[in-house]
């Protein structure tokens, strides 16, 4: 691994271009999980858009408390801070733009054609490369603050897979046969998810389903989901505004799964 392709902070500012995600950024070897350190310099007050960034997490947090396994230097992981003066009820659009601009960055950095799994992994040839971790404080009906983490696997190769995720998984790497530069990929995610941020803090979301549809892996497909206390097998049709999926069951009804009950989505063969 040469010295270049280690995440320094310094590097990732380096032609960065964005005014507001990633103007200050803290680059650790290692630590618990970026969200952790974030949440904690969040609540400090740490001004907004500041990264955390690591190159090893010794618990790393995935959705519904997983694991997220990474090892070390090979993945990007980061938390960014984020303050957006919306509602409560419009945080989940930072969600769906997080995974927007990362499938976009991975498509313009690799030419792979990443896609969105509702609700918000990123895709490519059907197995994962990317998780998204948005942890949020309120104040009132008010956002206070939005740690939003992102993983994405980027040069591991299949030898080296965590066994627990080998299957479902994949990285960059392996899918293109050659590396990539994880700053390049780190900074292109930044610009992305800032072109769609600050338009979410004007309150301007018109486009943002449409785009998160136009990428999605998961509309318009036979679907089975499982909740804690039940399965839901139907057809895949739309989100709403807040990101909940809407699915067409057997009988005909349309069932509206909220993203933080689904505990697995499988896309089944249509
Ligand atoms: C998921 O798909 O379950 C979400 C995974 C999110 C992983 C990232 S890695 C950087 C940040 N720190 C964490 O502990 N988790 C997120």
Same mark, same amino acid.
């Given at each position: ?147 939003? =983490?992102?993983? +994405?696997?980027?040069? /591991? $190769? *299949? ?7 080998? @299957?479902?998984?994949? %990285? ?47 509309? =318009?497909?036979? +679907?089975?989901?499982? /909740? $804690? *206390? ?7 049709? @739309?989100?709403?505004? %807040? ?28």
């Amino acid at each position: 691994m040469s010295k270049l392709d280690l995440m320094l902070s310094d590097e990732i500012k380096a032609g960065l271009g964005t005014r507001i995600l990633g103007r200050e950024v803290i680059s650790y070897a290692q630590i618990s999980s970026t969200n952790n350190v974030a949440l904690e310099l969040a609540a400090g007050g740490t001004q907004e858009g500041t990264l955390v960034t690591a190159e090893y997490q010794t618990f790393g947090r995935g959705r519904r408390k997983r694991k997220w396994l990474s090892p070390a230097r090979t993945s990007i992981l980061a938390s960014l801070i984020l303050r957006p003066s919306i509602m409560l009820h419009e945080a989940q659009s930072i969600v769906l733009i997080s995974a927007v601009a990362v499938a976009h960055a991975i498509r313009n950095v690799t030419q792979l054609p990443a896609l969105i799994k509702w609700p918000n992994d990123v895709m490519v040839n059907d197995r994962k490369v990317s998780g998204i971790l948005a942890e949020m404080r309120t104040e009132g009906s008010m956002v206070k603050f939005i740690v939003l =983490g992102i993983g +994405v696997t980027v040069n /591991l $190769p *299949r030898s080296r897979f965590p066994k627990e995720i080998m @299957d479902v998984a994949t %990285s960059l790497s392996h899918e293109l046969g050659h590396g990539v530069s994880r700053i390049a990929l780190l900074q292109e995610i930044l610009r992305q998810l800032e072109q769609r941020y600050v338009k979410i803090k004007e309150h301007k979301i018109d486009n943002i389903i449409a785009e998160w549809k136009a990428l999605s892996a998961t509309i =318009g497909r036979q +679907v089975r989901i499982t /909740l $804690p *206390r039940r399965i839901i097998n139907g057809h895949a049709l @739309d989100i709403d505004e %807040s990101g909940a999926l809407l699915v067409r069951v057997s009988t005909g009804e349309i069932q509206r799964i909220m993203a933080d009950d689904a505990v697995q989505l499988r896309v089944m063969q249509d």
